[in-house]
């Protein structure tokens, strides 16, 4: 099969967009420099949106089982005990919101189950392979990679740049990367086993003098490690004594000793943006198009659901259905999106990084502003609403999950309908929901009524309230979970959104 798509990085956006891709049956190779999978729990927050996603991989089950909650907070000040916390309220699942909580897992296990993912679907990722340089014409990328020494020359369709803040592929591409790196908070954040600790878990201790200032340990899941994050000095050296000595300047009881250090890395805040996010056939994504500061737990997040806007995009673009004038607006429309979701979220991380630094009361206090639910394309150029009356609900929002009862009487959600490479059709209280090639269709009966084929009872009427939908309305759901389109019935129904990927 030929590689219709080159990924250069293996991390967590370059691994969801290599399965997208494979999925779709799209021919795609994954490169990544480093000689072995990447060290280190980094990342270790996924917000409920990126569950979502992952739900529709099919990697939810595996991720949910080798994590946890988040852990209570057990706050010292000047080496006393002043109480537990949590970071953010604990949400109870609704209905149109199966998985309302952030869940932990270090970075280094989800991207393992996402390689384990990709290669089940036959794309193992090449290890130990540099991309060096590309040149791009009308109908492709030519790519030079670097792999023990030898060079080899590779033709794609398309390249994408997953490789990181330093990205040789953004860099190639003289797309500037604004923004700042702030050189006066440097951070030692380390996976390590320590002494003493329930880790059950999570602990702050801060300075008598200054609370603000302290050390912070979390437990990360499947054994006893803890992420920790001490501040360093300009010349600090990422060492097991830089670390105790550290413990031993923020009150850390004695009792409490470091007994080995797995992994350390030393670490700034960065806060940049790339001005594009696509240069012809070549495109940006995750850390390579925008960098965070870790307040929040933005990045690995932000990164995974770029790959799940352009994944189905670049599939249809490359169909043999699709024309070229409908290819480029598939295309431009990855930036469009993108682009102003990453600058949000960039204010929402600075923001919460400011409040950190100034001391403020709530600043380990995370809302649902950084769960990416309430996240929209509503300005897309794809997006189009065709109510009369728009309710709290719009073209290019979320589309929200329910349950509902099938043909057979089976309880099944409408995120079951919805999991796959398919768009979605929901015909609400219709019976002309006919599914065609790479669209699911489904009428959405009331309760009482009698479903057949691809038919679904709404038995308790939350599909009709989450929708904020009357009869006869048709809704079409993107393959990423996003609304394209609301029509009436008399309306006819326009696939503008991409609804038959291969």
Known sequence: MAHQVLIAGAGPTGLTLGIELARRGVGVRVVERGERPAAGSRGDGLQPRTLEVFDDLGVLDAVRAAGAPPAPLRVHVGGQFVGERRLSEWREPTPDVPLPNPWMLGQDRTESILRTRLAELGVPVELGTELVAFEQDGTGVSVT???????????????????????????????????????????????????????????????????????????????????????????TEPSP???????????????????????VTVWRPNSRLAKRYRAGRVFLAGDAAHAHPPTGGQGLNTG?????????????????????????????????????????VLGISNELLRKYTDGASDAFTRGPETHQLDITYRDSPLVHDGRAEPGALRAGDRAPDAPVVDADGRAVRLFDLFRGPHATVLAFDGSDAKPSQGVGAHAVLRAGERATGTAVVDAQGHAFGAYDVADGTTVLVRPDGYIGSITHARGRVSLPTGASPR
């Open 145 to 235: 990679l670097r792999r023990d020494g030898r060079s080899e020359r590779v033709r794609a369709a398309y390249l994408v740049g997953a490789d990181g803040g330093r990205s040789t592929v953004r860099r190639a591409l003289g797309i500037p990367f604004d923004g700042t790196t702030d050189e006066t908070m440097r951070m030692l954040l380390g996976d390590m086993r320590i002494e003493g600790l329930d880790h059950r878990y999570g602990y702050w201790f801060g300075a008598a003098d200054d609370p603000r200032t302290g050390v912070a340990l979390s437990p990360l899941p499947g054994g006893d490690l803890f992420q920790t994050v001490c501040p360093a000095g300009t010349d």
């Open 241 to 263: 004594a830089t670390v105790q000595a550290a413990f031993d300047r923020f009150g850390v009881p004695p009792g409490f000793r470091l007994r080995e250090l797995a992994w």
């Open 304 to 344: 995974v659901q770029d790959a799940y806007n352009l994944g189905w995009k670049l599939a249809e673009a490359l169909g043999p259905d699709t024309d070229a004038e409908r290819a480029a607006d598939l295309l431009d429309s990855y930036e469009a999106e993108r682009l102003p979701v990453a600058a949000r």
